[in-house]
């Protein structure tokens, strides 16, 4: 399952074995395309199915009904034709669809005709004073641990955010006997009011009554502080306590570990380093690619599903995934399409995934001051540069994030920008009195994700790449 | 600041933690597998030294950075524990050769 891809040649290579990706892997093969499935992690299911082939959660209602949705799915694809290659770190994507990926230490390279990116979503950056700290890490590394290795917290547990996953963890959490000491909910009480127009879809969604569900169970079982409009971590080289302001009112509760959670935002880096267009999400305060109803990108060929397409949710994300692999099937072998679901029922079960989501997006908007920081806090956590440092170049010159880099390298460390991009765009917009879309973000480039030297070095090579650099 | 659910049955798995053996679970990430272990886990940053742990478990972050089997900056969040795993904390900058 990590060898290297069998052909040099796929009709489609999707990106991602979430539940976008597995559901578009195997409606592609289903349909008779040559199929690859490339994906990073150990195993299927992307963040949302994490381990569902191998949890060591037996205990099926612990993790709820909605995850073991992800089996049916795994199992369909196995029964596909098409190929999966895991532990499989795609590195760069051009506009040829020629894709380079790492397995083992060792790079491949396959061509597309079609390739389909589901690589889903990140945790929105929580820029607090102390994020950075041992001890300190987000409600997903939480619920990955938990998925995977049942792992549960089982210091002095403090979990501070907002939106529909802090509830799913902290749920998940308590019925695997783990402890949380309190829940800081950071939602801002004005979002309820903007919200209430859009709650009539969202009480005819079925997250309404799993959502309220939910929130009953943590409730009888921990302490919530609602309206926090302050939060920070202090440590002594690891976590102590966290400092949070509610109603006026400062307090500081001894930590041992703090997850924190405020949404989540498209992973678009190899999306954006193919070229593929994006745009500023006004509701959703992210970049999200500029993409038709079958999820075709600007760039010809590339599709993406998922959320990162925009954030949707995981019944959402595997409607998609069925219409970019089914747009992807009519292109390439249009008798085959036949085959599978039309695309006007998959279009109604796209709309009724995403029912509600309006409502989501506008309650669970994070507050500018949890998303744009002042002074010390750290913005880039790979170059340690502060909001601070970030402004004294504003000042002097540095226009948008990509001047910024020669200033201060932000998004130059490891990770991309990917801990820092929307941050650095908000907090230069707002010093600049601009647009997120005017300020733009990182030129992002292969390789998406760092591989060595050597590995580079002992890529394959014709007698003309020798020769275009060779002397003599 | 972890502990494992007693549901967990997976077979064990030894992998040695800058030399000292450590008790991982037959699937754990080598993150997972560190956090479990109670011991002291920290790296330091490349650029100041401070210490950090994994913040984010699924390959975005690279706060996770080790070394394991003497190659250095692996994101730990995604290799699995393997028998006789050579793990090491790693301080600062990956060395040059390894």
Known sequence: MTGAPKREDYDVVVIGAGPAGLAAAATSAEAGLTTLLLDENIGPGGQVFRAIASTPVTERSQLGADYWVGADLVQSLRASSAEVIHRATVWSLDRNLDIAVSIGGASAFVKAKRVILATGALERPFPIPGWTLPGVMTAGAAQTMLKSSALVPDGRTVIAGQGPLLWLLAAQILRLGGRIDRILDTTERSNYFAALPHAFAFLTSPYFTKGLSMMREVKAKVQVVSGVTELSAADDGQLTSVSYVAGGKREIIPADLLLLHQGVVPNVNLAMSADVEHRWDDLQLCWSPVLDASGNSSVAGIAIAGDGAGIGGANAAVVRGRIAARSAVEALAPAAAAKLAPMATLRTDLAKAERGRVFLDTLFRPSPHFRIPAGDTIVCRCEEVTAKDVLDSVAIGATGPNQLKAYRRTGMGPCQGRLCGLTVTELMAQARAKTPQEIGYYRLRAPVKPITLAELAAVPKSEADVKAVVRG | ?98
């Open chain 2, 1 to 98: 600041m972890f502990r494992r659910s007693e549901q967990d049955k997976r077979p064990q798995v030894q992998i040695f933690v800058d030399g000292v053996a450590v008790a991982a679970r037959q699937g754990d990430t080598v993150s997972a597998a560190l956090l479990a272990s109670s011991r002291d886990v920290r790296r330091s940053t490349a650029v100041s030294g401070a210490p950090r742990l994994p913040y984010c478990m699924m390959g975005v972050c690279f706060d996770c950075l080790v070394t394991i089997d003497g190659v250095g900056n692996r994101q730990g969040c995604l290799v699995p524990v393997a028998e006789g795993m050579q793990v090491e904390i790693q301080k600062g900058k990956r060395e040059i050769g390894r």
